[in-house]
């Protein structure tokens, strides 16, 4: 993948690098309409089942984000969610008609195994992203997919399905939701911002006490200090080939630039 990052001030002392992604253009919504994405929470096996609740918000967070998905609200959602491709079935075909009278045109529901579940009334959905994830050599392992809810056959409706590997911690979860949510971006020929990191300048308690350069994750996660200088440092900046991070810091009375 062909990364860059661009930098651009928050604030007076903050920069942002914004990671371009891939940009596999596979699906294309026409009509000027927003393609509506039904994202259920996923469920996870043993341990990794304690991290769920920041991978679900990350990935809502992410898709949402992007400005591009109707998000259908989980309140309408059925109460069987496939957790993979084996859990969903065809839609099925509304019942034939008694003998005078008309036809329905009511496909019966399936509770949620049923791709109709997903893309009819209340849920209305274009799309399905769906997974589950487990433990493997003490690794936080994602099963992510993402269904075209318009394809009549299963084998056709499958846009993506990937393995994820992650840390087994909030933030592992956090990662793979990430890249899961850059994936399905990616089908709709969108960047995404995984892998972007803020630098911005952080007071300490004290009043009149040092500031130093911190950085964190694009959805604010991860915060972690840069420096330990003790001192007043501002100003971060990326040069345009993304290796260095440049900054002013006050040593010994004297503004200096630091570059790392």
Not at 12 to 20: H, P, Q, S, Y
Not at 35 to 47: F, K, M, T, Y
Not at 235 to 254: E, G, H, I, Q
Request: net charge positive; proline share 7%.
């Amino acid at each position: 993948m062909n990364n860059k990052l661009i930098l651009g001030l928050l604030g007076a002392c903050a920069g942002i690098v914004a990671l371009v992604a891939q940009e596999p253009t596979i699906i294309t919504i026409t009509g000027g309409e927003k393609a509506a994405i039904a994202v259920p929470d996923l469920r996870g096996s043993g341990e990794a089942q304690n991290f769920m609740g920041a991978f679900n918000q990350t990935l809502w967070d992410d898709l949402s984000g992007s400005g591009i998905f109707r998000m259908a609200p989980k309140t309408v959602y059925p109460l069987n969610i496939p957790s993979r491709p084996q859990d969903l079935r065809p839609s099925p075909a509304p019942p034939p008609a008694r003998r005078g009278q008309t036809a329905s045109s009511v496909i019966p529901s399936c509770g949620g195994s049923c791709m109709s579940d997903w893309s009819t009334a209340p849920v209305n959905a274009n799309f399905l992203s769906f997974g589950y994830t487990g433990v493997q050599n003490n690794q936080l392992v994602l099963f992510g997919y993402l269904y075209n809810l318009a394809q009549a056959d299963l084998n056709n409706a499958q846009v993506l399905g990937k393995l994820y590997f992650g840390s087994m911690d909030e933030q592992g979860a956090r990662k793979v939701a990430h890249e899961f949510a850059a994936d399905i971006l990616g089908q709709f020929g969108q960047k995404a911002l995984t892998g972007s990191k803020i630098y911005f300048t952080r007071a300490g308690a004290r009043i009149g006490g040092a500031k130093e350069i911190w950085q964190m994750d694009y959805d604010g996660s991860n915060q972690r200090p840069l420096t330990n200088y003790r001192s007043l440092c501002n100003f971060p900046a990326v040069a345009p080939d993304n290796s260095r991070l440049a900054f002013t810091c006050w040593l010994k009375n004297v503004p200096q630039l630091q570059i790392f």
